[in-house]
């Protein structure tokens, strides 16, 4: 849990919902799916709009500005698979959701 910062209460953040969270300067988009929590990069990489200021449908959360659509559990665009946001693992500890700032390797839109 070297690289792991706390980033938000469990309770704070419903399931089927998804928010904006900074953590030492990071943008991150937190989701909860399913009980699960997810963090991808908060900046789309169309214009850069905030992801947790959209449309969270399932895995999927829709862009505020023009749509683009991004599997939060994975961190494939799948709009533009060649734009995919980077994907960062979580845990759960003492009441806290917890964000490890070295990101998983990139994703990929499913075939
Ligand atoms: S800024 Fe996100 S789709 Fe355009």
Not at 69 to 98: E, M, N
């Amino acid at each position: 849990m070297d690289n792991y910062h706390p980033i938000a209460a469990v309770d704070s953040l419903a399931d089927g919902a998804c928010r904006s969270v900074e953590v030492r300067g990071q943008r991150l988009l937190l989701a909860r799916v399913g009980g699960e929590f997810h963090a991808v990069d908060d900046v789309c990489p169309h214009r850069g709009a905030p992801l947790g200021s959209g449309f969270l449908q399932g895995h999927e959360v829709f862009c505020p500005l023009h749509g683009w659509s991004f599997d939060v559990t994975s961190g494939a665009c799948l709009t533009r698979p060649d734009k995919p946001l980077r994907r960062y693992s979580t845990a759960v500890r003492d009441g806290q959701v917890w964000v490890a700032l070295t990101p998983d390797a990139p994703a990929t839109a499913p075939a």
